[in-house]
Nanobody, 120 residues
């Protein structure tokens, strides 16, 4: 069955770094755009970064530009989010997403989330 398993979250001080990982299984990883979303308490889930399936393009929410880097390893079925210069406002549950549109059908898979807390 399809699984997205995130890891790497935790408690970090402001200015610190974390690297999130998401290991995928049960589908053809390279066919899917891979993204990281986050949801803070009382807020809507927002897209943080996306890595396209083809072409290798990436996009980031403005607040993450210059601080976060998304990467993927199709051989390991894994997507990463390197987060540097973390701020308290980055505190959220971070979710991995796999997305594909084919034959007018949209497919989305989600992980269970990993908590990131930025606090002194």
């Amino acid at each position: 069955q399809v699984q997205l398993v995130e890891s790497g979250g935790g408690l970090v001080q402001p200015g610190g770094s974390l690297r999130l990982s998401c290991v995928a299984s049960g589908f053809t990883f390279s066919w899917y755009a891979m993204s990281w979303y986050r949801q803070a308490p009382g807020k809507e889930r927002e897209l943080v970064a996306v890595f396209s399936a083809a072409g290798g393009t990436t996009n980031y929410v403005d607040s993450a530009k210059g601080r976060f880097t998304i990467s993927r390893d199709n051989d390991k079925n894994t997507v990463y989010l390197q987060m540097n210069s973390l701020k308290p406002e980055d505190t959220a549950v971070y979710y991995c997403n796999a997305h594909r549109t084919a034959n007018k059908r949209t497919i989305d898979y989600w992980g269970q989330g990993t908590q990131v807390t930025v606090s002194s």
